[in-house]
């Protein structure tokens, strides 16, 4: 019974290019939340996503950056023309089913993105 | 906004002491959780908390949810090397996590 899936494990973009983080949810979970994690730091809510829907974006910044949880295939993460701040890691987590956020959510391995 | 503040920020103890870490908010909880992260991994779920003053165990693992629902304080007893790690507080809705308690062992 698989967890968390996220790839890739480790991306490196030069500024402006984009870069697309996935996450695949564990069997049978349709809630999807992304986090970003600074050096030294917590991890920081991002969004919360159901399938097809958007339920939740109020952690992403307003620009550069987007989310899609489609019917289909895993959940992606879209930075487009990265800046060196957006070097960290984004982790991924999945619950079953949302009857308040504290659902036990289960976290991928995280995707360390570095901006060169 | 809430902020999570955890203490002590790390903590270097011999193998086989008990550890005590706890995490303080500036504004009520209503759930708290206990998250252990490995390098190069992702958070695990160690403990869940949802009443004021409740205490759970988990093996060797005690949290305890303030009675001012402020506060709650998670203790480790006979520490053992594969307890290092960093360990995460969050609370409520959107899990806002404080910065860790990075715990090492000393051989």
């Known amino acids: 019974n698989a967890g968390v899936m996220q790839n890739p494990r480790h991306l490196v973009r030069r500024r402006g290019q984009e870069a697309r983080l996935r996450c695949s949810p564990m069997?049978?979970?349709?809630?999807v939340y992304w986090y970003r994690q600074l050096p030294e730091e917590g991890l920081k809510f991002m969004v919360y996503?159901?399938?097809?829907?958007?339920?939740?974006e109020s952690g992403m910044p307003k620009e550069r950056f987007s989310a899609e949880f489609p019917k289909e295939g895993p959940s992606i993460l879209r930075i487009q023309q990265v800046v060196r701040g957006d070097s960290a890691a984004y982790f991924c987590?999945?619950?079953?089913?949302?009857?308040?956020?504290?659902?036990?959510?289960?976290f991928g391995p995280g995707t360390r993105l570095t901006v060169l | 906004g809430q902020q999570l503040n955890q203490s002590p920020q790390s903590m270097f103890i011999q193998e086989g002491e008990d550890v005590s870490m706890n995490c303080t908010s500036s504004?009520?909880?209503?759930?708290w959780l206990w998250y252990k992260q490995d390098p190069g991994e992702g958070p695990v779920l160690l403990i869940a908390?949802?009443?004021?003053?409740e205490l759970t165990s988990n093996g060797r693992l005690t949290a305890q949810f303030g009675i001012t629902r402020k506060d709650s304080f998670l203790n480790i007893s006979a520490s053992i090397p594969s307890d290092v790690g960093i360990y995460f507080c969050?609370?409520?809705?959107?899990?806002?996590f404080g910065k860790g308690t990075r715990l090492h062992i000393l051989p």
């Open positions: 987590a999945s619950s079953l089913q949302r009857t308040g956020y504290t659902d036990t959510q289960y």
């Open positions: 069997k049978g979970h349709s809630h």
């Open positions: 996503l159901q399938k097809e829907n958007i339920i939740d």
């Open positions: 504004s009520i909880f209503n759930t």
């Open positions: 908390l949802y009443k004021a003053g």
């Open positions: 969050a609370g409520d809705d959107k899990i806002i």
